[in-house]
Each structure stands twice: as C-alpha cells, then as structure tokens.
C-alpha cells in the first residue's frame, strides 16, 4: 500500500514537473475574446480554447420597483466588496507580499513575444489613487523586462477595465504550486485575506 501511495506521488510530481507551454491572444473591452492553445508532455497533448463572451447577457425583465431594488442591492454589494479588497492593499506586509509573489511568478515564467496593455480604474480617483499605490509598483517591475512590452495604466474619472495580450509563456506546474503555496502560508497573505472577508451585517 505505502509502496503504492510513493509511486503515485512520484509519477504525479514528474507530470507536474513538465513544462506546459501556452500560446494566447485575448482581448476585453465590449466582449471577452480569447484564443489559448495549450501544449505539454512534450507535445504530445494539445488542447486549444476559444471563447467569445458578451458583457450583455439576456435578463427575465422586471417591475421598475424591482429593479431598482436589485440595482441598489448590487452596488452596496460592490461598494462592500471593493472597500474589503482595498483596506487588505492599504496593509503594507501584504501589499509587499503579493508584489513578491508576482516578482517570483514572473521570474519563473519563460516568455516570448509576450504584449500587454491593460486600463483599470474604480470610478473614484480616491479608490483609483488606492489601488494605484500596489499596481504602480509592478507595472514598474513589469516594465523593464527585455522579454515583454506591458503597459498598464489607470483610469480615475470612470470604472474601467480594457484589456490586450498575446504570446507565448511556458510554465512548470509544480514550481508555480510551490510558490503558491509558499504565499497562502505566509502570515501577511492571511491578514490580507480575512481583511478581504465579508463581515455580515
């Protein structure tokens, strides 16, 4: 039995420690469109995914009243939601560790021919300004890399989010495990994702 549990452990660590490589080009503004193609143990698996996603999605239609209920109760619900996210970056250990964790992905990433561009914004400049202090620093980080052109840059007067890419990346599953779970047991990860949690009413 033990015998058994030590062979599926070692086959699985191998396979995880293959390089997959994944070719992509997507973009979002109106719609999400995306086309991936994926390729590991050695070639041997291909897999390709292509998805086109409308922001626009069809709706039972309502009474006025109804509606403005349930368009209340969204916006408080974000308003809750983006207030949580942005108190946990305010948090100076575990902004420093999540731009850690993403200097440490990056590094462990093999790129090629590798475009970013990418607008975000709250909608308040306040928030904006928030948010700013953790994306600035790695966009920084991300600019200088001879492998990739990113830009990334805010938006303070209106909610936004635009995004384009391409390019080929090749990872190795069991390293990016590692250093994910190297950031889920950090303490500053932890203090960040309980500031993230919801505090019922």
């Known amino acids: 039995m033990l015998t058994g549990v030590v062979v599926f452990l070692l086959v699985l660590i191998s396979l995880l420690a293959i390089p997959i490589t994944l070719t992509f080009k997507a973009s979002w503004r109106q719609d999400f469109v995306s086309d991936i193609r994926l390729h590991w143990l050695f070639g041997l698996v291909h897999v390709r995914f292509h998805s086109t996603k409308s922001h626009i999605s069809s709706k039972p239609v309502s009474s006025t009243g109804e509606q403005a209920q349930q368009k209340s109760a969204r916006k408080k619900s974000k308003a809750r939601k ?20 993403i200097n440490d992905i990056w590094h462990a990433v093999y790129k090629r021919d590798l475009i970013l561009r990418m ?40 909610p936004t989010f635009e995004f384009d890419g391409s390019g080929s990346i090749r990872i190795i599953p069991l390293q990016l495990i590692i250093l994910t779970l190297a950031l889920l047991l950090s303490p500053p990860a932890w203090q960040g994702i309980r500031q993230m949690r919801p505090v019922s009413d």
């Open 119 to 158: 607008r975000v914004g709250l909608g308040d400049p306040a928030d904006t300004g928030q948010l700013w202090a953790f994306v600035g620093p790695v966009t920084g980080m991300l600019a200088n890399v001879q492998a990739a052109s990113i830009t990334i840059e805010p938006e303070f007067m209106e």
């Open 82 to 101: 983006k207030a949580h996210v942005l108190a946990a970056i305010q948090k100076r250990k575990f902004r420093q560790r999540i731009i850690r964790f």
